[in-house]
C-alpha cells in the first residue's frame, strides 16, 4: 500500500525558512530571487504486518517503476491462498459435472440395460403375433392370448421405463442446481482473489520512478502494518519554492518559464510556475500598515524538469531568475 504523506510547511514557517537564506525571502537580488527546493515524499508501507525477509534497495538509489522493493513474509498467506484455489478447483469440478449429466460407465450401464429390455419387448410382440394366430384358430385358450398381451404391455413399459432413466442421465442438473453451485463457484472464485491479494501485498513495489530517500527497517525486523518502511521522491513531486514582493507579482504567472542557480551546481537548470499563491505574507518581525505593503510577500512555487529535479536536494538554497 502506497501512504502518501505530503510534507508541508506553513506559510510562517516558509517565512522563516526563507528568511536564513543569504539574502532572505521576498528580497530580490541583483539577478533574482532567493529560494529553495522541497519535495512531497512518498512513504511505501504494507497493509499487514510481518517479518521483512527481503530488501531489494538501498539508500540513494533511484528505481523504476513496479520494481520490487521489499517482501514480507508471506508463509500464512501463501497457504490459504493455495486452500482456496484447492476449493474453487473442487467446486468449478462440481460444476462442470452437473452440467454434463451423469458418468459414461454409467449411462452405458443404462444403455444396456434398454437393451435387454427393448430385445424381451420385441420377443414379446413375436409371441403375441404367434399367439394371435393360434387363438383365431382355436388351438390356445382366452387365458393364454390374455397372459401373451399382458407380457408384451409389461415388456414395452419396462423399455419405456428404462428410456427415460437414459434420457435423464444425459441431460445436465436441474437449473436450481446449476446456478446453487455457480454461486458456489464464484464464492470460491472470490475468496481465491482475496487471498491471491494479500500474497501479493506482501511483495512492495514502486509505483514510480523515485529516488530512495530513506530506508525504516531492515532485513529480520517486525515491521507493523500501514507503517511507512521506505521514503521515496519522485523526481515529479520536487518543486522549488519562493517569494516575490508585492509590487513584482505582476510578473510572474503559472506556466511561466524559469531559470536556476545555485551552489556548484551545473548551468541550465529550469523550472515552470505552477503555483502563485492567492494569499499575501509579511516579513518578520513587519507590522501591518499602510508604511509597511513594501513587504507584502507571495510564495510561488514551480517545478523544475526532471533532469533538473535530479541535480536537486532538498533544502538546497537556489535562486530564480525570471
Not at 500500500?1 to 508541508?8: C, G, L, S
Not at 427393448?118 to 420377443?123: C, D, G, L, N, T
Not at 513531486?237 to 545555485?262: A, S, W, Y
Request: charged letters at 25%; aromatic letters at 6%.
Amino acid at each position: 500500500m502506497v501512504n502518501k504523506n505530503i510534507q508541508r510547511f506553513s506559510g510562517v514557517l516558509s517565512v522563516v525558512i526563507c528568511t536564513v537564506l543569504a539574502t532572505g525571502c521576498g528580497q530580490q537580488s541583483r539577478d533574482g530571487y532567493q529560494g529553495y527546493v522541497e519535495g512531497d515524499f512518498v512513504y511505501m508501507s504494507t497493509p499487514y504486518a510481518g517479518k521483512m525477509t527481503n530488501l531489494h534497495v538501498r539508500r540513494g538509489q533511484e528505481v523504476a517503476p513496479h520494481r520490487l522493493l521489499f517482501a514480507i513474509d508471506a508463509t500464512d498467506e501463501t497457504y490459504a491462498m493455495q486452500h482456496a484455489h484447492a476449493q474453487y478447483e473442487s467446486a468449478n469440478a462440481s460444476l462442470k459435472d452437473l452440467k454434463k449429466g451423469r458418468r459414461p460407465a454409467e449411462i452405458n450401464a443404462i444403455r444396456a440395460q434398454l437393451a435387454q429390455a427393448e430385445a424381451s419387448a420385441k420377443r414379446s410382440d413375436q409371441q403375441l403375433a404367434r399367439d394371435e394366430e393360434l387363438f383365431k384358430a382355436n388351438i390356445i385358450s382366452q387365458a393364454q392370448i390374455e397372459a401373451s398381451r399382458a407380457a408384451r404391455a409389461a415388456d414395452q413399459a419396462k423399455s419405456e421405463e428404462i428410456r427415460s432413466q437414459l434420457d435423464s442421465a444425459t441431460q445436465p442438473a436441474r437449473q436450481d442446481q446449476i446456478q446453487s453451485q455457480e454461486a458456489q463457484v464464484q464464492g470460491a472464485r472470490a475468496s481465491y482473489d482475496q487471498s491471491q491479494y494479500r500474497v501479493q501485498q506482501k511483495s512492495v513495489t514502486s509505483s514510480v520512478q523515485a529516488t530512495i530517500v530513506d530506508i525504516f527497517y531492515r532485513e529480520g525486523e517486525w515491521v507493523q502494518s500501514n507503517v511507512p518502511v521506505i521514503k521515496l521522491l519522485p523526481a515529479d513531486n520536487v518543486k522549488i519554492k519562493f517569494f516575490v514582493p508585492e509590487n513584482d507579482l505582476q510578473k510572474v504567472h503559472p506556466g511561466q518559464n524559469l531559470r536556476l542557480t545555485c551552489d556548484g551546481c551545473q548551468p541550465g537548470l529550469v523550472a515552470v510556475i505552477d503555483y502563485v499563491s492567492p494569499d499575501s505574507e509579511y516579513t518578520p518581525p513587519m507590522i501591518y500598515s499602510n508604511e509597511s505593503r513594501s513587504k507584502l510577500v507571495y510564495l510561488i512555487e514551480a517545478r523544475p524538469d526532471k533532469a533538473t529535479a535530479r541535480a536537486l536536494r532538498v533544502g538546497q538554497p537556489v535562486e530564480v531568475l525570471l
